[in-house]
C-alpha cells in the first residue's frame, strides 16, 4: 500500500506504507540522507528509521533545524554518560536534557571530585565511543522490569523519574554498553558526533531542590564536524572580548557604583558623548519625518497609573510609591512615558486633520527588576526609551506603519545592523475574546502591518496569538556580527490606552471618534542599544558616532601650539580632537591611540607645520599621506555622511 508524504516544499510524493524518514532522504539523495538526523512527522519529531504508516507531514531534521541540533545534543548527553560510566563505574545519573548551546548531564560520583582537568579523558573517551557507530536501540520496558532494572544498577535517581511515569510508557535505550531510561528520539547512531567538548562543572540540587542532593553537573556541546567545534569556540572567545561590561569600562563609556545602586548606569563623558550623538542623530531623523518633540516628568501620580492600567501591571515590580506630605498624593517613578503622552493629546480638541500626531520623547523609565536579573546595561533598573506615541485615524495604521518601517530601517544602516528579520505578532485567531478592540479594526491593523512589512521588503515571521491584548506589533530581531539574536526595535498598535485615556477626535463627520495610538522605539532604549551596538563593533564605532574620532599628535613639543589650532579648527566643525603632548616617541603615541581604537589620527611636525599641512594614518589601516587642513575636513566629512547612509 502507498502513502502520501507531503514535504516542507508543499510537493508530495507517493511511498509504500512503512517507509522511514531515512529512506525518504535517501530517494532525494544521498547526500541529504547523511545528514539527516532525525524527522518532524506531523509536527512530532521521531527517529529517522521509525516506519510512518499513514499520509503525513514530513520534515528532515539536520544539523540546521533548531529540534535537529536538540535531538543531536539530547543524543550526546547518552554518550557523555556512557563514557562516565566507562571511566567511573559507580556513577549514578539524574537528568541531562540539551540547553541552548550543547547539553548538560547532572550526576553523582560518589564524593569523587571532579573538574577541568579530568576534562580531556572524558572527551577522548566520548570520541572513542562514537567512532563504534553505536545505534541507539530502543527497547520498551514495563514498570517493574524498569525499577528491577535501576534497583539491580543501585541509582536512586532514575527510580525517583520512574515513580512519575506510567506502565505502558517507558522505554529504555542502549548504544554500546549503556543504558538509559529516555523516551527518545535519538540520532541514527553515535557515529554522528565527531566533536566533543566539556565546558564547564557546577554544583546542581537534585531537582532544582536546595533541600535534596548537591550533584555534580557537566556542562558540554559536541558537533557533527571538528571545524564546527572550532569556529564556536573562536565565537565565544570573541563575544568574550566583545563583551560590553568590558568593553565599556576599558572604553571609558558607563560604570556602576554601589553607593548609587545596582542597575543605575552612569554615564562617563565619554559614554554620555556617544548617547548624545545617538540622541541627536535620531531627533533629526525625527524631525524630519514630522515627529514633535515633548518632555515629560520622570514622575507621575499614581493615579496617572491606574487610569493606565500600568499601576495593576507594574504596581508590585515597581518601585514602592512616594509619599508627599500632603495627605492622599502618591506618585511613582514613571515605568512608561505613554499615559503622559495621552495626557499631552488631550490637551486641547483634535480634529482628523490634526491627525497623526507624533509625539516623541526621550523618555528615562523605572523598572524594578530583581538583582540577580540585572545585567550591564541589558537589563537595568532605569533607562531611557527612544519612544514616540503617534495618535492616528484608523486609516492612517498602514502609511504610519511604514513610515516607521523606513525610520528603523535607516537607524539600522547607519549603525551597521545588516542581518535582521521582522517578527509580525498577531491575535490568536482561536481566541479572540482575550483582545480589546473591534474585529474589524484588529482585521484593519494587522494586515496594514502585514502589508507595510511586505512593501518594505523585510523578512518577515509571523507570530500567531503573540500579540498584546490591547494591539498587534513588529518586533525587529537583528543578527550581529556574531550571528547572536537581540531584540531591538519595535512598533505597536495600541487599541487600550485612547479607551481608558477616552481619547477623541472629531471626524469629518462630525462626530466622536478614537484615534489609534501606535508605540514605537526604534532603539528600544539607549542602554541596551549601546550595549548591542559596541558587543556589534567591538567598540569600533563607526566614525559618525565614535567619542573620540581623532587624536593629534605632535612630534615633539615644538608642534604644540600647532596641535592646538588644528583641535580648535576641527571643534568648529563639531569633531572631537584630543592633542597627546606626552613627551613620548611618536611611534609610543600611535601605538597607543591604535590601542584605544581611535578612528583618525593627524601626525604634526617640521614639514606640517611648513607646508601647513596634516599627516593622516587611519585605524587599522594606517598612514594615508600629508594633506591640507581642508582637504582633510572635506574627507572626513564625506565619509560620516557615507557611513550615515545619506
Ligand atoms: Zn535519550
Ligand atoms: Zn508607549
Redesign the pocket.
Known amino acids: 500500500m502507498e502513502i502520501k508524504i507531503t514535504l516542507p516544499d508543499n510537493s508530495v510524493r507517493q511511498y509504500p506504507k512503512g517507509v522511514t524518514a531515512h529512506q525518504v532522504a535517501l530517494s532525494i539523495s544521498e547526500g541529504l540522507a547523511r545528514n539527516v538526523l532525525a524527522a518532524k512527522v506531523n509536527g512530532e519529531i521521531i527517529e529517522s528509521n521509525k516506519p510512518i504508516d499513514a499520509d503525513s507531514n514530513l520534515q528532515l531534521l539536520t544539523w540546521n533545524d533548531k529540534d535537529g541540533k536538540k535531538t543531536f545534543w539530547h543524543s550526546s548527553a547518552h554518550l557523555l554518560a556512557e563514557a562516565l560510566e566507562a571511566l567511573y563505574p559507580d556513577t549514578k545519573f539524574g537528568i541531562g536534557p540539551p540547553i541552548e548551546n550543547g547539553f548538560y548531564y547532572d550526576i553523582d560520583l560518589g564524593g569523587q571530585p571532579l573538574g577541568s582537568e579530568d576534562f580531556e579523558k572524558i572527551e577522548q573517551k566520548m570520541l572513542e565511543l562514537a567512532r563504534q557507530k553505536n545505534d541507539f536501540v530502543r527497547t520498551a520496558k514495563s514498570k517493574a522490569e524498569a525499577i528491577a532494572y535501576f534497583q539491580e544498577k543501585g541509582d536512586e535517581y532514575k527510580l525517583e523519574l520512574l515513580e512519575d511515569l506510567e506502565d505502558g510508557t517507558i522505554s529504555f535505550y542502549t548504544q554500546g554498553n549503556f543504558t538509559d531510561l529516555c523516551r527518545g528520539p535519538h540520532i541514527p547512531d553515535t557515529g554522528f558526533i565527531k566533536a566533543a567538548k566539556l565546558m564547564n562543572v557546577a554544583g546542581a540540587y537534585w531537582r532544582g531542590d536546595e533541600k535534596r542532593k548537591q550533584m555534580t553537573r557537566i556542562y558540554a556541546i559536541t558537533f557533527p564536524k571538528d571545524k564546527e567545534l572550532k569556529e564556536y569556540l573562536f565565537l565565544l572567545e570573541e563575544a568574550k572580548k566583545r563583551d560590553h561590561r568590558k568593553l565599556g569600562k576599558e572604553l571609558e563609556l558607563f560604570a556602576f557604583s554601589d553607593k548609587v545602586g545596582q542597575g543605575l548606569p552612569l554615564w562617563l563623558p565619554k559614554g554620555a558623548m556617544l548617547r548624545d550623538r545617538l540622541e541627536q542623530f535620531l531627533k533629526k531623523a525625527q524631525v524630519k519625518a514630522g515627529y514633535s518633540p515633548v518632555v515629560t516628568p520622570h514622575i507621575g501620580s499614581k493615579q496617572l497609573y491606574v487610569t493606565s492600567g500600568h499601576y495593576e501591571k507594574y504596581g508590585k515590580d515597581s518601585f514602592q510609591p512616594i509619599r508627599t506630605p500632603d495627605e492622599d498624593e502618591e506618585f511613582l517613578l514613571k515605568p512608561?512615558?505613554?499615559p503622559h503622552h495621552c495626557e499631552i493629546y488631550k490637551t486641547k480638541p483634535r480634529s482628523y486633520r490634526d491627525l497623526p500626531l507624533r509625539l516623541a520623547e526621550f523618555g528615562t523609565v523605572y523598572r524594578y527588576e530583581m538583582s540577580g536579573e540585572l545585567h550591564g546595561l541589558t537589563r537595568v533598573r532605569g533607562f531611557t526609551q527612544d519612544?514616540a506615541?503617534i495618535f492616528c485615524r484608523p486609516d492612517q495604521v498602514k502609511e504610519e506603519f511604514e513610515k516607521v518601517i523606513d525610520l528603523v530601517l535607516y537607524v539600522f544602516k547607519s549603525l551597521g545592523f545588516k542581518d535582521f528579520t521582522a517578527q509580525i505578532s498577531l491575535r490568536d485567531p482561536e481566541n479572540k475574546i482575550k483582545y480589546i478592540g473591534s474585529d474589524e479594526d484588529w482585521a484593519k491593523a494587522e494586515s496594514a502591518i502585514i502589508e507595510s512589512a511586505k512593501e518594505k521588503g523585510l523578512s518577515t515571521v509571523t507570530e500567531l496569538g503573540e500579540a498584546a491584548f490591547y494591539g498587534p506589533k513588529l518586533d525587529f530581531m537583528v543578527k550581529d556580527a556574531l550571528g547572536r539574536s537581540w531584540q531591538l526595535g519595535t512598533i505597536q498598535v495600541d487599541y487600550n490606552l485612547p479607551e481608558r485615556f477616552e481619547l477623541e477626535y472629531t471626524g469629518s463627520d462630525n462626530q466622536k471618534h478614537r484615534p489609534v495610538m501606535i508605540?514605537r522605539a526604534p532603539f528600544g532604549s539607549l542602554e541596551r542599544f549601546i550595549a548591542v551596538l559596541i558587543e556589534n563593533c567591538a567598540g569600533e564605532f563607526p566614525l559618525w558616532l565614535s567619542p573620540e574620532q581623532l587624536m593629534i599628535l605632535p612630534i615633539s613639543e615644538k608642534f604644540a601650539d600647532y596641535a592646538e589650532i588644528i583641535k580648535q579648527k576641527l571643534a568648529e566643525h563639531d569633531i572631537q580632537a584630543q592633542v597627546d603632548n606626552r613627551d613620548e616617541k611618536i611611534g609610543r603615541k600611535i601605538r597607543d591611540a591604535e590601542v584605544k581604537k581611535l578612528p583618525y589620527m593627524l601626525i604634526l611636525g617640521e614639514k606640517e607645520v611648513e607646508t601647513n599641512t596634516v599627516s593622516v594614518r587611519k585605524h587599522a589601516s594606517g598612514d594615508q599621506g600629508s594633506v591640507t587642513f581642508d582637504e582633510f575636513l572635506q574627507n572626513f566629512k564625506n565619509e560620516i555622511q557615507l557611513s550615515l547612509g545619506n
Do not use: A, K, L
Open positions: 512608561m512615558n505613554c519612544d506615541h508605540h
